[in-house]
């Protein structure tokens, strides 16, 4: 590890911290950020979290700030906030080990931001497999109880909270903010049609605000040290820390936390100790299944959010391939998945997964026409511009990738 | 535990309608008919909304189930492991494929993914997750399940 760089937000006391023990937490300056912003107007916590120019860890990096605003703007009875922990990219496991290291921060984060937009009632959406952080969130919960930091009266001021852990039901579409508002009253989880935002009308059509629970962890930060401080970490527009979950042909794959603006070549060589021995680079797929390609000439691209970028960073799964990739079994099951997860809602999404697939299956087995061809482009073509949600232009991108980069023979244009 | 008694533990506001059909999938094996009529008629609901609630849900079955279900995990990540490799040799092993539901007693199923990707390929057999289930491991632990 040659240039690490050592500042660390989200995994700063990973190791140290009994996460069973919320005492332990406290140890290390835990909800001292809840005390500080308690003291202070909700308001002002509101303008700092939108200075700090905090952008949504969940994959689309909307300013968190914003979407915090257009909450707390709103005139209702009742707001809720929800921490995401639907987790269910492939690849991607940040957002469990964040909550079985350090449970309390994702509690605390959760409080200040209740807080902040003046939601009284709080939840975390749990991926169903996830038992072990299940059990070590519901123990934060119940110690943050019985010390006061949550119910009528949170470490005695006048904000009242309740936090409960809603558990899933194992769907991939969850994951997508209204989809998971469906889900917690008991419908499909399907999209909503927007606007209006869940922000403004989610839950039980009260303004409800969804973020993930690695944007959370970065809450008490931002409020410990000031805004000024957090937005200049990591990069312009990208301010503060990501968790990488690097895996595939690398000698040391695992979870990293570099400042946003990180390249890819500094994440594989600098953090995952470089390309596995043996192997031959071939190309880093960025952001899980269906994100884009980072060949060799796409290294020294900085990791980023927001539009310009070449790279969208999706919720931060980076996943090394070396040129030995069997590319043909790998789209099918790219396709499988998607076609496993599609919530049916719109047509190109349900049927064009469908027959997706059932090319690719013909491709695997070497059963590949002319006319195949011309229809998976059609398929591509359609879940791109036609699908209701992100969902279908993340199924066509992964195919995309492949034909742009020429890795499957089939794929070239054939003179008739 | 029954329907009825685990209607006891709610109280009729949607939010509940999820925990509920979960619940009585895990409770009685599947969400039948009689069960969805008899949540629908708690929540004040009719039996189709709840069950296009329950058809749509992995965790939650609408049809009885084998004793035994095996998760092999398909997504990116575990695929690139072995994951194929390992279903192909618990499909020989048991003489049925993936998603077949001709026998009572066990069912193959892939799915997406466990978050356990650093060390795939991942194999829920039952309750438990097992990890590094690679072909040459996993007949010896489906033997201490069948046997």
Request: net charge neutral; glycine share 8%; charged share 25%.
């Amino acid at each position: 590890m040659k240039k690490q760089k050592s500042i660390k937000i989200i995994t700063k006391y990973w190791g140290e911290i009994d996460p069973n023990s919320l005492e332990s937490y406290r140890r290390k300056s835990g909800y001292e950020a809840l005390r500080k912003a308690l003291r202070q107007d909700s308001e002002v916590i509101l303008q700092e979290i939108i200075k700090s120019g905090l952008r949504g860890r969940g994959g689309a990096g909307f300013l968190t700030g914003a979407k915090w605003q257009l909450a707390a703007e709103k005139n209702s009875s009742k707001k809720y906030f929800i921490a995401n922990l639907n987790e269910s990219e492939p690849g991607v496991f940040k957002d469990r080990l964040l909550a079985e290291n350090n449970p309390h921060q994702i509690v605390e984060g959760l409080i200040i931001a209740a807080y902040a937009v003046g939601a009284t009632r709080a939840f975390i959406y749990l991926n169903p497999c996830y038992k072990k952080a299940k059990m070590l969130l519901e123990n934060a919960l119940r110690e943050a109880y019985e010390k006061k930091i949550l119910g009528k009266s949170v470490m005695g001021s006048f904000f009242e909270l309740e936090i409960e852990v809603f558990e899933g039901a194992g769907s991939y579409v969850c994951g997508e903010e209204s989809a998971l508002v469906n889900s917690m009253e008991g419908r499909r989880a399907e999209p909503r049609k927007r606007p209006p935002f869940v922000c403004e009308q989610g839950l039980e059509n009260f303004p409800t605000v969804v973020n993930n629970v690695e944007t959370l962890a970065n809450i008490p930060e931002i409020i410990l040290n000031g805004a000024d401080n957090y937005r200049h970490l990591g990069a312009i527009d990208s301010p503060g820390t990501k968790l990488f979950c690097i895996d595939g042909s690398v000698e040391s794959p695992g979870l990293y936390e570099a400042l946003l603006g990180v390249t890819t070549r500094e994440l594989i060589y600098d953090y995952a100790g470089g390309v596995q021995r043996g192997k031959d680079f071939l190309l880093a797929q960025i952001g899980g299944v269906g994100g884009f390609f980072a060949p060799t000439g796409l290294l020294d691209e900085p990791l980023v959010y927001g539009r310009n970028t070449k790279l969208a960073l999706g919720s931060g799964g980076i996943l090394v391939l070396d040129k030995m990739v069997d590319w043909k079994k790998l789209m099918v099951s790219w396709m499988r998945f998607f076609q496993r997860e599609s919530c049916g809602k719109c047509v190109p999404c349900r049927e064009g997964t469908f027959r997706a697939l059932a090319i690719l299956r013909r491709l695997e087995q070497g059963d590949f026409s002319e006319d195949d061809l011309k229809d998976l482009k059609k398929i591509i073509w359609a879940l791109e511009k036609t699908s209701f949600c992100a969902f279908g232009r993340f199924a066509a991108n992964g195919i995309k990738e492949v034909m742009r980069y020429e890795l499957v023979q089939d794929f070239k244009e054939r003179l008739i | 535990m029954t329907t009825q008694n685990i209607l006891l533990h709610y109280s009729p506001q949607r939010r509940n309608l999820l925990p509920v059909i979960k619940e009585v999938s895990r409770e009685e094996g599947f969400v039948s008919e009689t069960a969805a009529d008899l949540i629908a008629k708690y929540f004040n609901l009719t039996r189709a909304e709840v069950l296009s609630a329950a058809t749509f849900y992995s965790e939650v079955k609408t049809k009885k189930q084998p004793e035994l279900i095996i998760k092999v995990c398909d997504g990116a990540n575990c695929n690139l492991k072995g994951s194929e490799e390992t279903l192909r040799q618990i499909e020989l092993f048991l003489g049925q494929k993936e998603g077949d539901e001709h026998n009572a007693l066990v069912k193959i199923e892939r799915v997406s993914c466990f978050g356990q990707c650093l060390s795939g390929p991942n194999v829920q057999i039952g309750e438990t997750i097992y990890d590094k289930i690679f072909p040459d491991r996993v007949i010896d632990l489906l033997r201490g399940y069948l046997e």
